[in-house]
């Protein structure tokens, strides 16, 4: 069962792709914080790690930083593999833009355990 609601996540996350690109591009020049809870935590980590990119993306193209988002979850299954994990530390700046609260007796977060 833990697979499917980690699925639907992405299911939604590409539904909704479009729409997210058009606010990632809105919000893009100035910080701001992306949370979520339980499922929408899913997608706040997707669409974070997508506006990660994004930002890795234009540094190349000029030397000005931009500034970072903070990505919070509650009660919100981890996403992603080994590969992502990869994609991940290659990047070590994007470590700190994630944090991931759970209560220990929270019936959803331990059902993913």
Do not use: Y
């Amino acid at each position: 069962m833990a697979p499917s609601f980690c699925s639907e996540g992405l299911e939604l996350f590409e539904n909704l792709f479009v729409e997210l690109s058009e606010i990632r591009n809105q919000l893009k020049d100035g910080p701001f914080v992306i949370t979520g809870q339980g499922l929408g935590g899913n997608l706040a980590i997707l669409f974070t790690l997508l506006h990660l990119h994004a930002i890795d993306v234009e540094e190349t193209k000029d030397s000005e930083t931009s500034k970072r988002p903070l990505c919070l979850t509650f009660s919100s299954p981890l996403v992603g593999d080994e590969a992502l994990q990869c994609a991940i530390s290659e990047h070590p700046q994007w470590k700190l833009s994630f944090l991931n609260m759970v209560v220990k007796t929270d019936p959803v977060a331990s059902f993913f355990k």
